[in-house]
Structure formats: structure tokens, C-alpha cells
């Protein structure tokens, strides 16, 4: 297997696009990712997506989108692991230009929440979870993740107010990305005052969903050799509904998939520079940082409180804003999430860049943790 | 890359399934398939189905599949391409296991189509073709390929009748196949008394929805040197609309995928034994054997109406019953298809075996023709 390299990035700024389609979406990504490239054509389209078949009644979107790219011919085909589908996308973009199959690989990640065509949004994104054994008891996805923050503050003794820190660092370094939907810090007090969405998860504990797409074009290192490398790569998958797993507030699928990418990489945990994690609950971030090895069991939100997931802390995370201040495209999010590390390798992350950063960690969580992507990104030179 | 082989095969009859969730459906044949294999593990399972998200209410398939046959932990995915998701997922599944990635790969293609939550299979079913350009229009999936065979009627002079031999020969030879949804010969006066769907595709042009799932276990050959042998493996797309193609009638992606994937075998039409083509409407299997070059174009029915379809024929097609008589369940196809194609090629066919079948050709397609997965299958000895 050869190395991969991140030849191109494009990003669609994540928003509420009532003027833009689910196709304008893609296209649009992957059109910049190829431009910044400077490639007219890929040879092969993985796209990622999860609610597009209901919301947007598209069930063919590599097609779709190859179509209007004008890349008729080429293979594609659409990937899916809820809001773990783009890092899923990624990983088998990886494979394919890993094996020597394909030279020019385009991944995208396209979500398009607003203009639903009359179907419910919280109805299709709890598809994430068991609809047999968890949707059928009426709990939402954001419920679920209540439950398992409501764990996590009895089992170890912390306050709804101790989650404060992983907004406020989100929406501190959203401020400075063009491409994230919400550009304005928020204070603890800001925070304090944040409604209930499903208790203990107030608004600033949940992303917001959005419309957006991300694109990377993968190539063949040797074809790229000052471009940003992809070090580690691996999915792994846990339980679908959290009662079936031994420990509610363990990430295993995290911890397997990182322990992977970090064998991968020859690298740990010390030697990451920065984490973009899957924020889409403040929980999610607290439990991602143990899981990969930050934090010991329990102290993850420690490590918020302490100012250590800030940029000038020992591992900054969300560093362009995360899924809570760039907003959280579901099926997108995994590429946006790669697309940022990749800009910040390059040391073209604006007023977000961290200083000197040369190895960074990426991390896509699909449902409550069922199927994780984590991907280790390198700096060459 | 290396050589892949499919070791194990596992089919669920195709039925309505009241009593089987999607779940149990892809467990039982994921069993059956590793089962069939003699192993108890597989490092990684792919998983091809279209409608899940909207008519069962799951998002996250790979995980959920994977969690329920204990093989938690594994790297798992969803692909879908409409009707052609479990060629594509054989596509993918393949490239993991030649490029050395991984050594035991679950392809499992799943449907279930009875028992929708209200949903309706009809509207799911046009997210196959451009929702915004076609399924607007008030076009059922059925209707799309009604405007394609009126045409060919038209341009070819050919009488609705004319299309006969394609279910009289999935029907008669599915008869045999004990996964088969219908097994009872048709005659040419049936078919004519077949009602009007969507004029001029009557009943018997159209093929059944059911629920079903199929798996295959692939493994590199050296592993394996008795068993059947991936020889050429391609997926290549078209435009999502009928009217964007210059002509209607050419399945451009059908002739590319065939072209790559009997360069990659050394093998041309000459050399196939038999054919799983796509049949979902009469007219699709007259395209295809004019796509893959066993017949000029305006010459697929001909080859039907002169018996070189069936198992006696030239180039016997459909011959455990194809989608009409087997049944369709949309995103399990693909790999009912390469399954039949299996066991055709171990000569274990039952009353269904072709004589002395070397090289199989599978086909699947996803929509009017945008996504289709080809596939050239060789017996080793």
C-alpha cells in the first residue's frame, strides 16, 4: 500500500443555503477541492451522506454528482454511517488510492437539512441509533446523548456548568473561520443561560444541523510530495444502541480506531499537535479525548476546565470551531473535520492557525459512537 | 494488487418477510456466507442497500449489521447506489481485499420492503432517478423505464409482445432456484394477458419488489486456490436523467464497466457463459446484452425472440430467474446476482446449472442506467 497525500481542499461555508441543493452543495466542494489541486478531473467519487435519500429523495448522490461535475464515465458511489459517513468516505477514498486503483480520488461530504420536502429532521437523523430497540421508545438522537451525559455527571461528580469550556473554546475559534456558521464567542454566562434541549444538554451543549459539503482530492504521495500526508486511517464500529455496551461512557470504537491510526502513524497521543473531535455534544467531546488517550476515564471535561483544549493548551480541539460553531452538516462533518486539519498543516488556517502544528487528529463519530473514523494527517517538510 | 476469491456464499429466499427486520435478514445471510466459508470472522463487512434510511429508519447499517452478527469492533460502511448498491458494495469489497488491506471482507446486500412505517416504496424508489429534474414531474421509476421502451419500440419496430422471451426465461429457469420469490413458468399467453404497470411495461416486464439479502466472503486467492475468482470487477456512471444522454437507448455506463472489466479478465462476450443481467423491466435486459456486446444495438429482443437466452442458448441470461423471478429487493440484488453467479460457477446450480460454466458475467444497475457495477467471475480448474 503507498502513502495517500491531500492534494486539494474545498469547503462550502456551512449555513442555511435555502438557494443551494444538495447537488450545488457537492459540486461546489468538490469543484474548489479540484481547483485548489489544480486538477480538471478525479478518477474515481466517494461521496458521504446520510439523510439525503429522505430529506432531499436522492438515492444515487455518487452518480448525481460525478454527473455534474462533468465527470461522466467515472466510478462512484455513495457512503453512509450516519454522522460518521464522511470520515467512513474518507477511509475508503484512502483504500482506493492507497492500493494503486485509482490516482486522482475525489471525497466529499454533502448534508442538506433545510428544504426537507416535508419530512421531519429529527425523525430521520435518529436513524443514527437502533430504530428498533431505541428510536421505537420515542427518545431523539439529542436524548440519547442526554442520557449519557446525565451518566457521566453522577458516575463522576461534575456539574452541568464544568461542560462550559467546550463551547466556549469552539465558538472562540469559530470566530476566526470563514466557513463556520456561527462566528461569534460565547461566556460562561452566555453558556449558564443557554435553554434545555433534552436535560442535561442545553443548547450550547448541541450542534447546530446545517447545510454544507467538503471535499478533499486524494493522491498518491509520490505525485505530491510537499502536500499534507495522511499518516492513519481506520474505522471501527461498537454497539448501534448504548444499553448493549458494557460501559456507556466508554468510546470503544475511539479507542480501537485511534489505537490503529496511532500504530499506523508511529505516533501517540503526545505528539498530536491538534484534535478536531466530534463535538455534536459536549459529552462527545469529553468522552473522545479519554478515548484516544488525553485524559484518563472521566477526566476529559478536567482537561476543559484546566484550559488545556484551548490553542495554547496541551491539545487544542475544535480548532476552527468545531461541529458546534462551524455547524454540523451530518454526513459532511467528517471532511470538514479533514479539510480544517489539512489547512492547519499547511499553516493556512488564517487567525485559527496553531503555531507550528505538524501532526494533527481528526475524529468522525457515526450515532452514539457506533462507527468511529479517526485519521492522523502529517506535515512533510 | 492481488487476486480475491469468494469463499463463502450466503442467500435469504426472497419473500415478503413480515416476521424479519433488515437486521435479521442481513445477519442470516452474513451467517450463511461465513458459515459457507468455514470461518468465524470476517475483518470487515461492507453493506449495500438503498431505501433503509427512509423505510426502515436506519442510517447506520455497517455498524448495526456488524453489532448483531458479534462481530463487534470490525470496520463496517453502508454503500448505496440505488438499485446497483450491492454491485458497488462487491466493488468496494473487493478493492479492500486486493489491495492487501484485508484479509476476510463481508460484501452483504440488504432490503426490506414490506413493512415500510408508513412510508411509501413507490416515492422511495424514484430517489433512484434526479429528484429535482424527473421524480418532480410526478414520474414513477416504473414510468422512466416505460418512456425507454416505448422509444426502443419505436425506433427499433418491435411489438410489446416481442419482449416475451425475457420472463418466460427468468421465469422458467427460477422455477428452480429455491431462493426464487416465484417459481412457476409463464407462458407467451400469460404474459400477454400481463396488465398494463406503465404503458407499455406490463406486470411481467416489471420485476417484484421483495425483501431479501444476500452475502459474499471474499478472500485474497492464494487463500483460497479451489474457489470461484474475481477476474475483472468495474463500476462506471451516467447521467442521472434520461434526458441528459445524447441517446436513451446506450447504456454508456453498461459498455464502459464491461469494457474495463473484460480487459482486467482478458476475456470478451465470446468467452461468457452465462449472464446475471439487470432485468428490472424487460427493457433494461435487452440493453444491457446490446451494452455488452453480445448484440448490435436494436438487437437485445431479437436475441430473445431466437432462444439464445436460455440455459440452451448462446449466451444464457438470468438463469436462477433473474430480478422478474427471483425478486427484486433493490439493494440486496447485486449480490443475489454474484451469488447465483457463485454457485453456477461450482457447478452447484442444482437443476438451474448451465453445463460446463467457466466465466459468469454479472451485471447491476442503479437507476435508469447512471450507476452500473459489472463484474467477470472464473471457475480456478
Known amino acids: 500500500m503507498r502513502q495517500v497525500a491531500i492534494l486539494g481542499v474545498g469547503q462550502v461555508p456551512v449555513r442555511e443555503h435555502w438557494e443551494l441543493s444538495i447537488r450545488d452543495l457537492a459540486v461546489q466542494a468538490a469543484r474548489a477541492a479540484l481547483e485548489d489541486a489544480g486538477l480538471e478531473r478525479a478518477d474515481a467519487l466517494y461521496v458521504g451522506n446520510m439523510t439525503g435519500g429522505t430529506l432531499n429523495q436522492q438515492r444515487q448522490l455518487g452518480a448525481l454528482v460525478a454527473d455534474f461535475l462533468g465527470l461522466w464515465g467515472i ?6 454511517a450516519a454522522c460518521g459517513s464522511a470520515g467512513s468516505t474518507m477511509r475508503q477514498g484512502i483504500i482506493a488510492v492507497a492500493s494503486g486503483e485509482r490516482e486522482a480520488v475525489l471525497a466529499v461530504g454533502v448534508e442538506k437539512m433545510t428544504e426537507t420536502g416535508g419530512q421531519n429532521t429529527t425523525t430521520a437523523l435518529v436513524g443514527a441509533a437502533d430504530a428498533e430497540y431505541e428510536g421505537i421508545q420515542g427518545v431523539t438522537f439529542v436524548g440519547l446523548n442526554a442520557l449519557i451525559m446525565r451518566r457521566y455527571m453522577h458516575e463522576y461528580g461534575y456539574e452541568h456548568v464544568d461542560f462550559a469550556p467546550f463551547p466556549i473554546n469552539a465558538h472562540a475559534n469559530g470566530a476566526h473561520n470563514p466557513n463556520a456558521m456561527f462566528r461569534k464567542p460565547i461566556t460562561r454566562a452566555t453558556y449558564e443561560k443557554g435553554r434545555m434541549v433534552a436535560d442535561p444538554v442545553s443548547l450550547f451543549d448541541a450542534s447546530p444541523i446545517g447545510d454544507g459539503a467538503a471535499a478533499l482530492l486524494l493522491v498518491p504521495a509520490e505525485k505530491a510530495p510537499d502536500a499534507v500526508r495522511v499518516l492513519g486511517s481506520a474505522v471501527a464500529t461498537d454497539t448501534l444502541a448504548i444499553h448493549d455496551r458494557k460501559d456507556p461512557l466508554w468510546l470503544k470504537a475511539a479507542e480501537e480506531s485511534a489505537a490503529r491510526a496511532y500504530r499506523q502513524a508511529g505516533v501517540g497521543p503526545d505528539d498530536i499537535d491538534l484534535f478536531e473531535l466530534h463535538d455534536a455534544f ?100
Do not use: W
Open 282 to 381: 459536549s459529552i462527545m467531546a469529553a468522552l473522545s479525548l479519554e478515548a484516544c488517550g488525553f485524559a484518563e476515564p472521566g477526566e476529559g471535561v478536567r482537561l476543559g476546565l484546566e484550559g488545556e483544549i484551548t490553542p495554547q493548551g496541551r491539545i487544542p480541539i475544535c480548532t476552527m470551531g468545531g461541529l458546534k460553531a462551524r455547524g454540523h452538516p451530518v454526513g459532511a462533518t467528517g471532511l470538514y473535520q479533514l479539510a480544517e486539519a489539512t489547512l492547519q498543516l499547511r499553516g493556512a488556517a488564517g487567525a485559527a492557525q496553531i503555531d507550528g502544528a505538524r501532526v494533527a487528529l481528526t475524529q468522525n463519530i457515526g450515532g452514539s459512537g457506533a462507527t468511529i473514523a479517526t485519521h492522523i494527517l502529517g506535515r512533510t517538510e
Open 75 to 80: 466510478e462512484a458511489v455513495k457512503l453512509e
